[in-house]
């Protein structure tokens, strides 16, 4: 990667707009991953009888949209449109003024289309099944490209837009294609990053709890329980990040403020089976993030791993970690789902960006819940309970798997406070 | 249902589609598109509404009908004279 300032592919990351359950904006999701707090509570969700925990986010959905907008549109829309309004006023673009045919829109997404098919079957199943009730709406609100296309809507932007299926690697994803069509020169600024509206649908809690893989504790902050010996499966969440990328150069010009550089990235397929991991692809993933940054493994100060308290998961990433990083003990692992639980299209997103601010602070978040570790996940550096003061970070790997076996790897760099840095 | 009952129900069912507009000036004689943000998906709504509510099936021929208050009050009238609200 070369150092030049006028480089075009680097690429920066200069607005930060989020929701997760525990924080509706950078600084109170961090002061809360700081402090222990959980954002998993009770929730109620259609047909599943047994109780159910969840992710839920409690930001204003209309402090950026009209009523109207929210009826014809959908909550990944509705998450999306938050998030992306958020990043944009943190920019300090002068959004007036941008030419809105060079903004790019792309968001990753595990899936979507299920509440809307859902909510759809349900309200025909109270008129006898008569599909003459079934919403004309239905199509606009369950097209994949439904949340990056809201996002233009309710933004004005004439340039290209699409959704990232990439399951739970899709966070990742959606910056891995914003910075690819930015070096490509296809646009001028991405809007990029993960969405989630999962908690919405019964059928992921319901399919998570047919393969076992559901969690549960009777203290909803106790119940995802990544690494831990006691850990029973995943805690379904909703959520969004999603930030302004720009080339280097760009951001520059305007003086942008620079959260950190995305000098890594890497995406690869097990090729194996639909549900069950592969450390090896995953190590071989985190090799070639590494190798395209120009990096070794000593390299790393944080790994933000995407580990999501399953069995199988959490053991096969282990080994991926180890068979990568080895024992070094100045390296911290953490992992942000123990608090906010599995926010799907949108972890990737909110892991990486709820360490960001560790490239100022120097500190590494813990992993909460790990009261016992597994010793079939033997990571010594992993950060547990409570948040670990580093000597220095500089970059910042982060993790991001999902189904079908699709692993993406982003390595942020600290970007220095003489260009714009502010975490520096 | 009276001619006001049924204008009540037009008037809530614009409500759930128009959250965003003020209702409380409605001219009965002017189109609904003239006074408020109306296209068609909103439009299907109204017929939606209807259908699911009160079980009225309104052909697309007939469309027509429910282009301002007074002419959908006089449409509906005969097809839910005997419709409690």
């Known amino acids: 990667m070369s150092d030049s300032l006028q480089d075009h592919h680097r690429i920066v990351i200069t607005g930060v707009g989020l929701t997760s359950p525990n924080g509706d904006n950078l600084t109170d999701y961090r002061a809360n991953l700081l402090a222990g707090k959980s954002g998993v509570v009770p929730f109620q969700t259609r047909y599943v009888k047994q109780p159910v925990l969840a992710g839920v986010c409690h930001f204003d959905e209309f402090l950026y949209q009209k009523k109207k907008e929210r009826r014809r549109g959908t909550r990944a829309g509705s998450v999306s449109i938050y998030c992306a309004n958020e990043a944009l006023k943190d920019s300090g673009l002068d959004w007036e003024n941008v030419r809105k045919n060079r903004v790019g829109v792309y968001l990753g997404i595990t899936e979507h289309g299920n509440v809307e098919t859902e909510n759809e079957i349900y309200e025909i199943s109270q008129f006898d099944y008569d599909t003459k009730v079934w919403s004309h709406h239905h199509n606009p609100r369950t097209v994949a490209n439904n949340p990056a296309g809201e996002v233009t809507l309710n933004l004005g932007i004439t340039g290209p837009h699409l959704t990232v299926g990439a399951a739970c690697a899709a966070g990742n994803a959606g910056f891995i294609y914003g910075l690819q069509m930015l070096r490509l020169k296809e646009v001028d600024l991405a809007i990029a990053g993960g969405i989630s509206e999962s908690v919405h649908t019964f059928g992921i809690f319901a399919s998570f709890a047919s393969q076992g893989a559901l969690a549960w504790h009777e203290d909803p902050a106790k119940a995802c329980r990544p690494f831990d010996v006691n850990r029973n499966g995943i805690i379904v969440s909703e959520g969004g990040g999603i930030c302004t990328l720009e080339r280097l150069p760009d951001a520059l010009a305007r003086g942008a403020k620079i959260y950190g550089e995305i000098v890594g990235y890497a995406m690869n397929s097990d090729a194996l089976d639909f549900v069950l991991p592969s450390s090896t692809r995953q190590s071989e993933c985190v090799q070639l993030a590494l190798d395209r940054a120009g990096l070794t493994a000593d390299d790393i100060d944080i790994v933000s791993s995407h580990a999501t308290a399953t069995e199988q998961g959490d053991i096969e990433e282990s080994k991926a970690l180890r068979a990568v990083f080895g024992d070094r003990p100045s390296l911290a692992i953490n992992n942000t789902k123990s608090f906010i639980g599995h926010a799907m299209g949108a972890a990737g997103a909110l892991e990486l960006l709820g360490n960001v601010p560790s490239f100022a602070d120097r500190i590494a978040h813990a992993t909460i819940n790990l009261d016992q570790q597994d010793p079939r996940c033997e990571l010594r550096q992993v950060v547990a309970n409570r948040p670990r003061h580093m000597e220095k970070v500089e970059y910042i790997l982060n993790n991001s798997f999902g189904m079908l076996g699709i692993n993406s790897v982003v390595i942020v760099k600290k970007f220095p406070a003489e260009h714009g840095g502010v975490y520096a | ?85």
């Open chain 2, 1 to 85: 249902m009276t001619r006001p009952e049924i204008r009540e129900v037009i008037i809530e069912i614009l409500e759930r589609i128009a959250p965003d507009e003020d209702l409380s000036n409605l001219d009965d004689s002017v189109a609904f598109r003239e006074q408020m943000e109306l296209d068609s998906m909103d439009f299907l709504d109204i017929v939606m509404e209807l259908r699911k509510q009160y079980r009225v099936q309104i052909p697309e021929n007939e469309y027509e009908n429910l282009l301002t208050m007074d002419s959908t009050v006089n449409y509906l009238e005969p097809k839910l004279a005997d419709v409690a609200k």
